[in-house]
């Protein structure tokens, strides 16, 4: 099974992205699954059903979300409905709309697909730990095939997950910090792993956001609303290839830019 997965999806310039390269990508690399972190995909914070639904019609099978997961109200009125959208399962300790995992249909096999959010330097949170512990021993259908988004700030607690379950799951994928990192890697027990697998969407920018928006928030502590920003545009994106066993043989980093038109 070959998993393509995209990077952070940064509202309107990302989803140019995804409309202008994805198809060829899907063809070019035999993609049998596409999941894209969507928490950022409408207007830079949150996932709208008009959003939503273009990114499915592009051909992503499943989305995963993160801090932004609440970012526009919308969802909370469709998420329950929709299967492909997961939020992080760890957000709360009370029941939240949604759910934090799926199992997807890829050929004859069964994907299961987990998104959980990190605490480090981060919004409280139930620990990620002690929840996927608790998903993966009472899970409901047996799969070799097992992803994890980790949707988290610190590379330590990325990290430390990722060690924990290896061998356990077939792959991790860190989101969150929208840069994406050089380790792509598969662990000794057989899982693959990224730190972060970046953003799709505007290359100068400042982690997507317009640049003069961030520079003045550092120099003179004033906060604006973040809007996505102009300028060239860019794809980061991990491929996974699963053995048949669920283990991950190897990974793959996607990382191209384009002029903007």
């Not at 994106?237 to 903007?260: K, P, R």
Request: aromatic share 10%; glycine share 10%; net charge negative.
């Amino acid at each position: 099974m070959r998993i393509l997965f995209i990077g952070d999806i940064i509202g309107k310039p990302g989803r140019r992205m995804v409309a202008r390269h994805l198809a060829r990508l899907q063809q070019e690399y035999t993609v049998d699954f596409t999941i894209a972190n969507g928490e950022n995909a409408t207007g830079g914070a949150g996932l709208n059903r008009a959003s939503f639904r273009e990114l499915h019609e592009l051909g992503i099978d499943a989305f995963t979300m993160g801090n932004h997961t609440w970012g526009h109200k919308e969802l909370e009125q469709f998420i329950d409905q929709e299967k492909r959208i997961i939020r992080p399962g760890n957000l709360s300790a009370k029941p939240l709309p949604g759910s934090w995992y799926q199992y997807y249909k890829v050929g004859e096999k069964e994907l299961l697909l987990i998104n959980l959010i990190g605490r480090v330097y981060m919004q409280p949170a139930e620990c990620p730990f002690a929840a996927f512990d608790n998903l993966l021993s009472n899970m409901e259908k047996a799969t070799p095939y097992i992803f994890l988004d980790f949707h988290a700030e610190a590379t330590s607690e990325k990290m430390a997950m990722a060690w924990y379950a290896d061998g356990r799951i077939s792959a991790l994928a860190g989101t969150h910090t929208h840069i994406q990192t050089n380790d792509a890697r598969v662990l000794p027990k057989g899982t693959g792993y990224v730190t972060d697998a970046g953003m799709t969407g505007p290359r100068d920018s400042i982690l997507g956001v317009e640049k003069q928006i961030i520079i003045e928030k550092f120099l003179r502590q004033k906060s604006r609303r973040f809007e996505p920003a102009g300028g060239d545009l860019q794809f980061n994106g991990v491929l996974y290839d699963l053995a048949a066993d669920g283990h991950c043989q190897a990974v793959e980093l996607i990382n191209f830019w384009e002029t903007a038109i």
